[in-house]
Every structure is written in C-alpha cells, then in structure tokens.
Nanobody, 121 residues
Framework: QVQLVESGGGLVQPGGSLRLSCAAS????????MGWYRQAPGKQRELVAT???????TYVDSVKGRFTISRANDKNTVYLQMNSLKPEDTAVYYC???????????????WGQGTQVTVSS
C-alpha cells in the first residue's frame, strides 16, 4: 500500500516562513505529478501548487512569488517552501501524489493526512 506522510506545519507569525515536506512510501512503481492542496475552515479544498515528475511547477495566483514547490525524486518527496505568510494562508495543507503502484496498475491519486498551518500574531 502507498502512504504519504506530511510534516512541517505549525504556528507562524505573519511574514514568517514554513517548509512542508511530504514523503511517499510503500508500493511505488512510478511517481507522477505531486502537489499541495489546502482547506480552510468553512471553505472547499483548493489547489495550491503542483509539480510534474520533470520538475515543472504551477501555482494558484494567491501564492505566486511567495511559495515554491520542489521535489526530490530519489526520495519520493515533495516540498512546499512558504514565505511571506499571511493570515489567509491558514489552513490544513494536504499532500497529493499520482502513483502507479505496480507496472500493471495505472496511476491513482493518493492523499496525505494533512498538516495544520496557522498564521497569526
């Protein structure tokens, strides 16, 4: 079975920085695009950033210039560097990865358990 384990969330003051990590483990034949989503209280889950297996990133407009997504393919890990954090960035952040578990099974989307990011003074 595939597992995604996130780390790096916490409480930070406005203008501060955090770095989230998400490591995929288990039965992984091929790892495709990975990404980060977030869900604030009372709101729908939204896409924050994605990165292809060749390293091409995309971002939602609200985080452009502040967040950077990257990945280490040798570690099956994706990162989200968050700078200049704002109170509106407060949410539970979820890791997502498209993974083919075996050579005969096509890719499926897997999710992490979520990590809380709170931006407050």
């Amino acid at each position: 079975q595939v597992q995604l384990v996130e780390s790096g969330g916490g409480l930070v003051q406005p203008g501060g920085s955090l770095r989230l990590s998400c490591a995929a483990s288990g039965s992984i034949f091929r790892l495709y695009a990975m990404g980060w989503y977030r869900q604030a209280p009372g709101k729908q889950r939204e896409l924050v950033a994605t990165i292809t297996n060749s390293g091409i990133p995309t971002y939602v407009d609200s985080v452009k210039g502040r967040f950077t997504i990257s990945r280490a393919n040798d570690k099956n890990t994706v990162y989200l560097q968050m700078n200049s954090l704002k109170p509106e960035d407060t949410a539970v952040y979820y890791c997502n990865a498209n993974i083919a578990p075996t050579i005969v099974v096509g890719p499926s989307a897997f999710w992490g358990q979520g990590t809380q990011v709170t931006v407050s003074s």
